[in-house]
Structures are given as C-alpha cells and as structure tokens.
C-alpha cells in the first residue's frame, strides 16, 4: 500500500496526528450526548485520563424508531461547549446530508457509522467537505466493500479518512453483540495506508470485556481506539451496558499506556 497516511486533526488542545507511524490516539465518551452537565463532566474526565478526543452521538441511528433518537442540533451545541470546556476535538456522527454542513460546523472529526457504510450519497457528501471522516465497518460488511466505501470518500475529494472496525454480526449474541474482527488490523495494514481504529465497546457490547479487546488491538497494531464512557453507565439512554464508567476509564488508560505505542 505504499507510505502510511496520518489524519492530522486540529483541535482547541493542539494538533493530533493519527497513523501508523503515531502515538496511539484515544477517543472516548458517551454513545449518546444526553444533557450538559453529563457531556461535560465526561469530557472532563476523559481529557484528566488522557483522551484526545470526546465522542457523542447527537443523531443517533437506532435500530427501534420509538428508542431514543439522540438531540439533534440542540445536543451540537453541548459539544460545541464540552470542546470548548475540555479542550477536547470533537467525533460525532452524521446520518444524512442534509445535516452534514451543520455537524462540520461544530465536530473535528465526522462518524459514518455502520449503518451508513455504504450510504453512498451521504459518503460523497462527506468526501466534498474538509473535515476528517471516521468510516466504521458495515456491521455485514467485507473487507473490500468497506475499502471501496472509504474510496468514495477520497475519490470525493476528501483524504483524511480513518477506518474504525467495529465488531461484525456474529451467530452467538449470547455472550458478545458482535465479533471484534481483530484480524482487520494486520489485513487492513497490508492492503491501505489508511488509519484504522478499533471500537472494542461496538464490538463486545459488554464493558467487562472492553479492557481485553483494547488491549489486543494495540498488541495487533491499532493506531487509535474509541471507548465508550458514560458518567452512570446503569442510567445511559443508549448503550449503558458497553460503556466503562469514568472510574474504569481510568483504570484502563495507564494498561493501554505499557503496551507499546506511546499515548
Ligand atoms: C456509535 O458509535 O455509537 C454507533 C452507533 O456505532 P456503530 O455505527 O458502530 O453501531
Ligand atoms: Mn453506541
């Protein structure tokens, strides 16, 4: 694949570079931004344990219409402030186009999520605007249909793509939502210069198993990793049983430092 790609990203901390050749790179936070006063005190969090990046869903896609729905526009502005506050740079995700302009007004980085790999008009949207996209895996998806979903981004005109596995459909839900496809991280280094990310909290679904999988992934080479973290994850409106609370997240960030890859 020639020369490794860095995503270099501008936040309100400093610049952080993501790739291969760079540190290990933490985004961490709630899947949903629920109110103020949760947002900021994550982001605070987070940032004390060594984050560089804050995420939250403001459009949520659920699989249920009557689940929550994320807060829209009003939920961008809280991130807006918890950037601000933090000093954090900001991922979150856009689910159609004609939200795009608004969510780059405020995010560092823009989410494609699974459920919109392959979403081609809002992937050639997100390619004609300048700020990065994070690309997660279809949760279905193949290797080469998620590559050929990133080139519609770049071929757009947009080269600042990071692709984020995770977890695929698996046919044991009993013990783990989805399978962490680990094996992504060394098949994705031979095949694209792209940096990859891993979500082990997607890809487990469970916050028990969320220290192993992050952990594995830096051993197989991740240049970054999210984790969901939420204040009370008991009382989270969406995905509460995945995520850490800040007391773990702190607990895990200084495994994760030993590991190799310097944070
Ligand atoms: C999320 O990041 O909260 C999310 C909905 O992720 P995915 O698209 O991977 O399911
Ligand atoms: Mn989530």
């Not at 699974?114 to 997660?136: C, E, I």
């Not at 949760?139 to 947009?158: D, F, K, P, Q, R």
Request: net charge negative.
């Amino acid at each position: 694949h020639g020369e490794a790609s860095t995503v270099t990203v501008t936040t309100p901390g400093g610049s952080v570079a993501i790739g291969e050749h760079q540190s290990l790179v933490v985004v961490a936070g709630p899947c949903s931004v629920e109110n103020e006063a949760m947002i900021i005190e994550t982001a605070q969090r987070v940032k004390a344990a060594g984050a560089h990046f804050l995420r939250g869903g403001a459009y949520k896609p659920r699989t249920s219409p009557y689940a929550f729905q994320g807060h829209g526009e009003s939920a961008l502005e809280l991130l807006a402030a918890a950037r601000q506050a933090s000093g954090l740079g900001i991922i979150t995700e856009v689910m159609d186009t004609a939200d795009v302009e608004k969510v780059a007004a405020i995010a560092d980085v823009l989410q494609v999520g699974a459920r919109n790999m392959q979403n081609f008009a809002l992937l050639k949207k997100v390619g004609a605007q300048d700020k990065p996209v994070l690309l997660k895996r279809g949760m279905s998806a193949t290797i080469e249909e998620w590559l050929m979903a990133a080139e519609y981004v770049l071929a757009a005109g947009n080269p600042n793509v990071i692709l984020c596995e995770r977890g695929i459909r698996t046919f044991d839900r009993q013990y783990a939502r989805n399978t962490l496809d680990l094996s992504a991280i060394p098949v994705l280094r031979s095949l694209t210069h792209l940096p990859i990310m891993i979500d082990p909290s997607h890809g487990t679904g469970r916050a028990e198993y969320v220290p192993a999988m992050a952990m594995a992934a830096i051993a197989a080479g991740t240049d970054a990793l999210m984790i969901e973290v939420h204040p009370h994850p008991a009382k989270a409106l969406s995905d509460g049983p995945q995520s850490l609370s800040p007391q773990q997240f702190d607990q895990l960030m200084p495994q994760l430092a030993v590991l190799g890859k310097a944070m």
